[in-house]
């Protein structure tokens, strides 16, 4: 199973920003739990939102509800959405999916940035 993260850059602060991580080799809705994790430089790895198979969704509180996960089972894909990006949201963000007596899945990690 891979895990792919795409759609990263640039951005401004205030702006919006849709990432996608495929899933290769594995049913994305039979996956357990899918999330996004972030590292910013310096910090630990936080869980930003998660959602399980049942879709019972989390998120942390650090995101105030600006960001959005969903599973696109046509595309086989999670996506990420974040509205309202601030400087802080700067990180590397990393994809990971579970399936049913299997390790954790992760991606290579993309790369988000925020100008102010």
């Known amino acids: 199973v891979q895990l792919v993260e795409s759609g990263g850059g640039l951005v401004q602060a205030g702006g919006s920003l849709t990432m996608s991580c495929a899933v290769v080799?594995?049913?994305?809705?039979?996956?357990?739990?899918v999330a996004w994790y972030r590292q910013a430089p310096g910090k630990q790895r936080e869980m930003v939102a998660s959602?399980?198979?049942?879709?019972?969704?989390d998120s942390a509180d650090s995101v105030n509800g600006r960001f959005t996960i969903s599973r696109d089972v046509a595309q086989n894909a999670v996506l990420l959405q974040i509205d309202s990006l601030r400087p802080e949201d700067t990180a590397v963000y990393y994809c990971?999916?579970?399936?049913?007596?299997?390790?954790?899945?992760w991606g290579q990690g993309t790369q988000v940035t925020v100008s102010s």
């Open positions: 080799g594995a049913r994305i809705n039979s996956a357990v739990v």
């Open positions: 990971t999916a579970v399936w049913s007596g299997e390790h954790p899945y």
């Open positions: 959602v399980t198979r049942g879709a019972r969704l």
